[in-house]
């Protein structure tokens, strides 16, 4: 009977090591940013979070009441949305937000690493201008800036085309947001990520491009996500400068058919369209690495290791 429950207990091993192992993972990749809350803390968070859902509930409540109250919903005001031309009137300027949304995703993302990169270098006088810049930046309005670029620039000879003129700003806005992102998923891995690459043979800049930004980005991919989601919406300042996006093709369209309310709830529900499927594409994609099965690589000239043979 004891030869029968030996050899029982060392494969009950693994499997709670493998349960406490995805434990660690899962706390690990929920609270890197923050501490857990306690019992009592998540009580009050509970209790927040019913309060909130009610209030929001009344006020959407008490809204729709004042709309349909007022005649807001008589089918002959929403009559003109069911032509596909008004929606494709709206989806044009659609795709301009989109299309000024990636230009400044890309400078703006390119831009906030280096300049992210360049706040924790060893050069004095490098970090002090990449937080110079990223203040700055942080500090003055995006709607300042958008002004400048149409009204300050002209005067000096320098006019930029009417995408430019909202690019730019927001740019400069977002980079310095993207920089504060990149400074804090580099910050929020172990040190021993970096010395561990060096140790391997290679230079800094491979270090940090192949061990530790890699890392960084999947802890602040939900951050990454929002900031994103935060940039969409503030391309709605392209009406300023008279550029085709979403919230000026609406305000064209609400007073060319005298149609306030519904003109600007159908620009609402495309928003939320675009964001909320932005943001359920960012959760599947963070549950999809997470759930992918971490790999050793092997080492340059060494065979790769084998995990269930070193297991036995």
């Known amino acids: 009977m004891t030869d029968q429950?030996?050899?029982?207990?060392?494969?009950?091993?693994?499997?709670r090591a493998a349960r406490a192992k995805r434990g660690k993972k899962r706390t690990y990749a929920a609270s890197f940013i923050y501490d857990q809350p306690g019992p009592r803390g998540r009580r009050n968070i509970l209790i927040?979070?019913?309060?909130?859902?009610?209030?929001?509930?009344?006020?959407?409540?008490?809204?729709?009441?004042?709309?349909?109250?007022?005649?807001q919903f008589a089918p002959e005001r929403w009559q003109p949305f069911?032509?596909?031309?008004?929606?494709?009137?709206?989806?044009?300027?659609?795709?301009?937000t989109l299309e000024a949304a990636a230009i400044v995703a890309v400078l703006g993302g390119a831009l906030g690493v280096l300049l992210g990169l360049g706040r924790m270098s060893n050069q004095r006088w490098l970090r002090w201008i990449c937080s110079a810049y990223i203040e700055i930046a942080r500090t003055i309005p995006v709607l300042l800036m958008i002004y400048l670029m149409l009204f300050g620039l002209p005067q000096i000879g320098i006019n930029l085309p009417t995408l430019?003129?909202?690019?730019?700003?927001?740019?400069?806005?977002?980079?310095?947001?993207?920089?504060?992102?990149?400074?804090?998923?580099?910050?929020?891995?172990?040190?021993?990520?970096?010395?561990a690459a060096l140790?391997?043979?290679?230079?800094?800049?491979?270090?940090?491009?192949?061990?530790?930004?890699?890392?960084a980005f999947r802890n602040v991919a939900p951050s990454l996500i929002t900031q994103l989601v935060s940039l969409l919406k503030d391309t709605s300042l392209g009406y300023i400068v008279a550029f085709t996006e979403l919230l000026y093709r609406g305000q064209v369209l609400a007073s060319f058919l005298h149609l306030l309310i519904p003109t600007y709830?159908?620009?609402?529900?495309?928003?939320?369209?675009?964001?909320?499927?932005?943001?359920?594409?960012?959760?599947?994609?963070?549950?999809?690495?997470?759930?992918?099965?971490?790999?050793?690589p092997a080492l340059p000239g060494l065979p790769a290791i084998d995990t269930k043979a070193a297991n036995v």
């Open 82 to 96: 069911t032509d596909w031309a008004i929606w494709q009137y709206l989806l044009v300027g659609l795709l301009g």
């Open 5 to 15: 429950l030996i050899p029982d207990r060392p494969a009950a091993r693994p499997a």
């Open 48 to 71: 927040g979070s019913v309060v909130s859902s009610v209030v929001f509930i009344v006020v959407i409540g008490i809204g729709l009441w004042q709309f349909a109250s007022h005649g």
């Open 265 to 296: 709830i159908a620009v609402t529900v495309i928003y939320l369209v675009v964001n909320g499927s932005l943001s359920a594409l960012a959760s599947r994609l963070q549950r999809g690495s997470r759930r992918r099965p971490s790999t050793q």
């Open 164 to 195: 430019w003129k909202l690019v730019v700003p927001l740019t400069i806005a977002n980079s310095a947001v993207f920089a504060e992102i990149v400074r804090a998923g580099v910050g929020s891995l172990p040190r021993g990520q970096r010395e």
């Open 199 to 215: 140790s391997l043979g290679m230079r800094g800049a491979q270090a940090m491009r192949f061990v530790v930004l890699p890392q």
